[in-house]
């Protein structure tokens, strides 16, 4: 049997585009409440489980540490800290969840109505989120404004 299993996180970060013109709000420096929501899908194993959602606990942990209370634009690899990058951020650090058998997506919501989703079923789909220039939509995130 295939199964989706879910856990959802919250943190509150500051972030700033400034890649977008000096007018538009998002340009200066404003925070938000992000919510966090791992999915992993794949087989029901002998215990009953796709993963134990203590495994999704422990890889949000080290993630948690990064970027609660911080500047997004100051944590290595999100230099650009638009939805979608930190999403793949997010997913790319995922790495223990994944494997042949399981899939993975991660929506990151900045608000109660905007969110963007990054799936993968291996970590080699995705660009590599340490460079600075990567633009990162790995296969069919979505964005909904």
């Known amino acids: 049997m295939i199964a989706t299993v879910a856990k959802h996180f919250t943190f509150d970060a500051a972030h700033f585009l400034d890649r977008l013109p000096p007018e538009h709000k998002c340009h200066r420096m404003h925070g938000h409440t992000y919510r966090v929501e791992i999915q992993v899908t794949g087989e029901v194993d002998e215990n009953g489980f796709v993963v134990d959602y203590a495994l ?39 790495g223990l969840l994944a494997t042949h058998e399981r899939h993975l997506r991660v929506r990151v919501y900045e608000s109660a109505t ?27 995130g979505v964005r909904r404004v």
């Open 56 to 94: 999704i606990e422990e890889a949000w942990r080290t993630l948690m540490d990064q970027l609660d209370h911080r500047v997004l634009n100051d944590v290595v690899g999100l230099r650009n800290p638009t939805t979608e990058n930190l999403a793949a951020w997010i997913l790319a650090r995922l």
């Open 114 to 140: 905007t969110w963007c989703e990054v799936y993968a079923s291996a970590l080699g789909e995705l660009a590599d989120p340490t460079e600075p220039a990567a633009v990162h939509r790995p296969r069919a």
